[in-house]
């Protein structure tokens, strides 16, 4: 699934989860995907419906609210549902059940020529989220013809500075309070060894 394709036009709809709520188990519980995908996702989805009804936005794609609203102080508040919207979707996308291990060739060269070895990919990622100061996300992006590791605060996504996500892992403490309490980097090294999907990040090279 590449990133244009997680559209939807109003009402954006919650797109259906890709695996069942029990599928990232042992590393995410199904309580947390339930509070994570039926609460604050569902959550994110009707609020911004709300949001931009009867407004210029009403009829959009999540990507062109996105845009249209990214850096506009008085749109904050569509931003955020929006970019919220759009993350947890990607996400759930880039992660699955048994994954983790090696990238295929194509996305492995890729990391080796950006990063020199998947390790230290692997590391940087882990080393974001923990540097990443209260709610945000992770994410390895293109940037021209680099790959590279990002953090986002909030909502704020790596389109709007004109990266390409690949993947992404959720850093917001609702993401792992329930599993891990306090424990981020045993929730995230947890994700990248047994749950990253690269071959969705391989996807999105495209
Ligand atoms: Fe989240």
């Given at each position: 699934m590449s990133n244009d394709k997680i559209k939807s036009l109003s009402p954006i709809v919650l797109p259906p989860?890709?695996?069942?709520?029990?599928?990232?188990?042992?590393?995410?519980s199904a309580n947390t995907i339930g509070f994570h995908y039926g609460k604050h996702h569902r959550g994110y989805v009707d609020n911004l419906n709300k949001l931009v009804?009867?407004?210029?936005?009403?009829?959009?794609t999540l990507e062109k609210i996105i845009t249209g609203t990214a850096g506009k102080a008085d749109k904050t508040a569509i931003f955020n549902n929006a970019a919220q919207a759009w993350n947890h979707t990607f996400y759930w996308r880039s992660l699955k059940s048994k994954g983790g291990g090696e990238p295929s060739v194509v996305l492995k060269k890729k990391i080796e020529t950006s990063f020199g070895t998947l390790d230290v990919c692997k590391k940087e990622l882990a080393t974001a989220a923990m540097a990443q100061f209260g709610s945000g996300w992770v994410w390895l992006v293109l940037d021209g013809n680099k790959l590279k590791v990002v953090k986002t605060g909030n909502?704020?996504?790596p389109m709007t500075t004109g990266m390409k996500p690949l993947l992404t892992i959720d850093v917001?403490?609702?993401?792992y309070y329930l599993d891990y309490q306090n424990r981020r980097a045993d929730y995230v090294n947890a994700v990248i060894d047994k749950l990253i999907n690269w071959s969705f990040a391989e996807e999105n090279l495209g």
């Open positions: 989860l890709p695996y069942a709520d029990n599928a990232l188990e042992p590393v995410i009804a009867g407004t210029e936005f009403a009829d959009m909502a704020e996504v917001w403490e609702h993401a």
